[in-house]
Each structure stands twice: as C-alpha cells, then as structure tokens.
C-alpha cells in the first residue's frame, strides 16, 4: 500500500538529473526525494542498452526494497529510452514518470521552424526517439547532434572540454538566429546539458532558445501523483543523496548548482 509520506525515487547516469530534481523541488516541495547518481557506471550515452537496462533495474530494484519508494522519476533520457517499457512491465503498480527530448515545445515555440537536438547517441539512436520524431514530421526541421563526452566532461566538471565540446557541437548543427534558415530553438536532450546552458549562452547569444524537460517532467509526476492520491504534505521533507562511484563529484554538483549541502553516501549496487 503506497504512503505519501514514502519518498519519490529519481536516478541518472550521474550530476545530470540533478537538473529534474531541482524542477521536482519547486513543484513539489513537500516531497521525500531519494536521488541516485550511478556515476559508479556512467556515462550511459555512449553504451550499449544492455547496459543501461541492467542498471535501471537494479536501481529500481534497490529504490523499491531500500526505500519503498512510491513514484519513480527516470531522469535521464538515455535510461528513459532503453529501459522504461521494461521498467513499466516489472512493476505495474509503481508509478514511473520518464524524461525524453522536448522536440514538441520546440516546434511550437520556434518561429523558423528549425530545431536543434543535442543528445546522446543512445538517445538519438533509440526506437523510442524514432516514434517521437516521426509524430512530428513536418512541424519543423530537426537537426540531431549526437554529442559524445559532453556528459561526461560536465560530470567531472572539466570546464575547458564543456566549453570545446559545446563549441564543436553547436558549430555542427549549423547556423543559429532568426532569420529564416537559421536555427532558433535548440532541445538539450540530456539531463546533464542544462549544467553546460551558460557555455551555450555563450556560444549562441541570448536570443536562441534552450529548451529542458526539466518543468514538463516535475508537472508530469505531480499529476500522476495526484492520480494515485500519494501527494506527500510533509512540513520538513527530507531528501538523500546517493552515488554509486565518485561521491565527490554529486556533492560539488549538488551544492554548486542547487545549494544542497546535505552529505553524499557512497552505495554499492
Ligand atoms: N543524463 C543522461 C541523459 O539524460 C545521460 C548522460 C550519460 O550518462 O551519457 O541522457
């Protein structure tokens, strides 16, 4: 039987969730959150699904008998697009909230109806992305930046490699602005890339639009919580933090982009 006051699991490959967690925050403030960085196996982007399938169950598994977590929030697109049918499956009872590239808000927001998607190659190469840009033929012209090692160097916060990377990559895409042609809207289709947002700024000039899942992914999970009357109205919610390798590097992210200062524990899983 689910209590609201059990808390709301959420896990990435590593620091990127970070960025769901901290719209799940100002959505729900009265939540329990457990967050898990498996930054023990990451990046996940550039492994096979195989791989990411294994350690999204495992998480989910250790979430469910550890903490008896009553919603799980997959924040992670990579994890999203390789595992959560399966997660779905193993557990039907348990709510699951998933994160995928926000092309839908970007056709809609882009007045040159071209887009540019930067995400990772197990993102961009999954069936799931397939389906999601193939409902949207014809709203706008996708242009699909696989981005190897970005997460990564944001991971170990290698300010040097966000900054080429960045550079690289949004050179690849092409030609951003707002004349007609030019790209006005680019999704950052991955946890970790909001953490990289003033390296693009830079790079883009404030004009060109960055578009997260952040904000749809933590009104998604409201609602579902809503639905299975689970919503927590804890005064003093607590949130833990966990990692599965280099607990230092979540602690510096956590208290550098959310000013959370609570204490990282190492889990091994
Ligand atoms: N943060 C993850 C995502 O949203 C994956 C990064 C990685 O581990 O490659 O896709």
């Known amino acids: 039987m689910t209590q609201a006051t059990h ?27 457990v967050y898990v960085a498996d930054s023990g196996h990451a990046p996940y982007g550039e492994r ?39 997660l779905r499956q193993q557990y039907p ?15 809609q927001l882009s007045q040159t109806r071209r887009v540019g998607v930067m995400a990772t190659r197990g993102t961009l190469e999954s069936a799931k992305f397939r389906v999601l840009l193939d409902a949207l033929q014809g709203q706008a012209d996708f242009i699909l930046q696989p981005c190897d090692g970005l997460a990564d160097a944001i991971e170990r916060q290698n300010a040097i ?23 006005d809207t680019l999704v950052l289709g991955c946890t970790h890339y909001p953490f990289a947002a003033s390296e693009l700024r830079a790079l883009l ?16 999970t409201q609602r579902l919580l809503k639905t299975h009357n689970a919503l927590s109205i804890s005064p003093t919610p607590r949130l833990q933090l966990y990692a599965t390798g280099y607990p230092e590097r979540l602690q510096a992210a956590a208290r550098h982009w959310l000013q959370l200062t609570q204490p990282v524990r190492l889990l091994s899983i």
């Open 48 to 86: 096979d699904a195989v791989h990411v399938i294994g350690r999204s169950q495992t998480i989910t598994r250790h979430l469910l008998a550890q903490h008896h977590i009553k919603a799980l929030v997959v924040a992670c697109n990579t994890a999203t697009a390789a595992a959560i049918h399966l």
């Open 7 to 33: 808390p709301v699991g959420v896990f990435d490959s590593g620091v990127g969730g970070l960025s769901i967690l901290q719209a799940l925050r100002a959505e729900l403030p009265a939540e329990n959150f």
């Open 93 to 107: 009872e348990l709510p699951i909230v998933g994160v995928e590239p926000a092309l839908k808000p970007a056709a």
């Open 205 to 220: 000039g404030p004009q060109v639009q960055l578009i997260d899942s952040g904000a749809p992914v933590a009104r998604q």
């Open 161 to 183: 490699k966000i900054e080429a990377l960045c550079a690289e990559y949004t050179r690849a895409i092409g030609q951003f602005g707002h004349e007609s042609g030019q790209i």
